[in-house]
Structures are given as structure tokens and as C-alpha cells.
T-cell receptor
């Protein structure tokens, strides 16, 4: 049973550029959430997708956008990159119905903005 | 609003001694609570979860946590530390909104295990 997978593993971008990160959920899961983990901090919730729609959003600017595809995989897009966007981006998948709502995380994408 | 406070940023123990990582939560109703572990350069792994079925929750690798509503605490314990337990531990609360949930993480506790 494949777990959550993310690509790429590492990415280096320049300020002002745009980036797309990808996530495939654990088999059988229908909900994908994205988190940003800055160095030395706990992950911060960015947004959650279910049935191809954004259902919840954290305190992140509109530069952060996402998409969920019919096969439940997801993308995170960040426009106009800032140095402060350098972080580990984590994707998590879960099942919406039935609880107990635990989320399973992928290994993350390390984004460095120079 | 829901939040979690991890009372220690760093904990250091000797191998074979007990581990206690402390977590207090704030919630306006009965929460779902979790502990996750993150080893260096790795993703997050679920250790255990509380969902109101039982106040003492057993997880993987010998860890357990006790939900104490009167103290709003959810401390993580292990009777005997192993070198492989050295990692970052996160206490997490999950508020529900119409069936959708987000995870709210504490700041983390770094556990060091010495021989």
C-alpha cells in the first residue's frame, strides 16, 4: 500500500518566480491538505481540498493556490516567491468521512528561495 | 479558538529512563488530539490519537498518552527511552468544521536520548 508521495524532493527557486509542488495521496484517501514548515517550527496549515474544491484555508496570502484532480492528487502553487517562502512543504491525506480524521504525511518538498 | 502548548522545547533523557513530553490544549469542545513524530529530514509519522473512546491511548513504539480533561493536558510518555526515539515530537489538535479538519501543531519538543 503506497503512502503519500510528493515531488520534487528538493527545489531551488529565485525570488519572484513561481513554483508547483505535487502530491499523491495514500490509496483510498479523498482529502488532501498542505502545510508549510519553516525551519525549527511546527507545520502551519495552508489549505485543504476535497472533491476538487478548497474547503478550508489557513492564514496564507493568495499567492498560495492549489488544485485537486479527479484522481485525488493535488498541486500547490506559489507565485511571486519571497525569501520567506523557503520551507518544507508537507502534503497530508485523509478520509473525510467516518473519522477519527488522522492525516498521513508525505516526506515533503524542501523549497529554497534565493 | 483551539491551540496547543508544548511546555518544553527540549527534553534530554538517558537511554532506558522514562520519557515525559508535556502538552496542554485549549478547546471549546471535546477535541481530537494527536502526537506526531518527525525524525531528521523525514516526514511526520502518527504516534497515537485520542478521539474520546478511551482516556489512555496507546501508540506505536511503546508510547502512550493520557487525556485529562480537567487539566486540559495530553502528555506523551514512554517507560524506557531508546536511542532511536531521538526526534522532534509535535502535539496536535484538530478542530472540526462541517466535517473538514485542519491540524493545529504545537511548536514541538526536541527529544535527545543519551547513552
Amino acid at each position: 500500500d503506497a503512502g503519500v508521495t510528493q515531488s520534487p524532493t528538493h527545489l531551488i527557486k529565485t525570488r519572484g518566480q513561481q513554483v508547483t509542488l505535487r502530491c499523491s495521496p495514500k490509496s483510498g484517501h479523498d482529502t488532501v491538505s498542505w502545510y508549510q514548515q519553516a525551519l525549527g517550527q511546527g507545520p502551519q496549515f495552508i489549505f485543504q481540498y476535497y472533491e476538487e474544491e478548497e474547503r478550508q484555508r489557513g492564514n496564507f496570502p493568495d499567492r498560495f493556490s492549489g488544485h485537486q484532480f479527479p484522481n485525488y492528487s493535488s498541486e500547490l502553487n506559489v507565485n511571486a516567491l519571497l525569501l520567506g517562502d523557503s520551507a518544507l512543504y508537507l502534503c497530508a491525506s485523509s478520509l473525510l468521512q467516518g473519522g477519527p480524521y488522522e492525516q498521513y504525511f508525505g516526506p515533503g518538498t524542501r523549497l529554497t528561495v534565493t | 479558538a483551539q491551540s496547543v502548548t508544548q511546555l518544553d522545547s527540549h527534553v534530554s533523557v538517558s537511554e532506558g529512563t522514562p520519557v515525559l513530553l508535556r502538552c496542554n490544549y485549549s478547546s471549546s469542545y471535546s477535541p481530537s488530539l494527536f502526537w506526531y513524530v518527525q525524525h531528521p529530514n523525514k516526514g511526520l509519522q502518527l504516534l497515537l490519537k485520542y478521539t474520546s473512546a478511551a482516556t489512555l491511548v496507546k501508540g506505536i513504539n511503546g508510547f502512550e498518552a493520557e487525556f485529562k480533561k480537567s487539566e486540559t493536558s495530553f502528555h506523551l510518555t514512554k517507560p524506557s527511552a531508546h536511542m532511536s526515539d531521538a526526534a522532534e515530537y509535535f502535539c496536535v489538535v484538530s478542530p472540526l468544521s462541517g466535517g473538514y479538519n485542519k491540524l493545529i501543531f504545537g511548536a514541538g519538543t526536541r527529544l535527545a536520548v543519551h547513552p
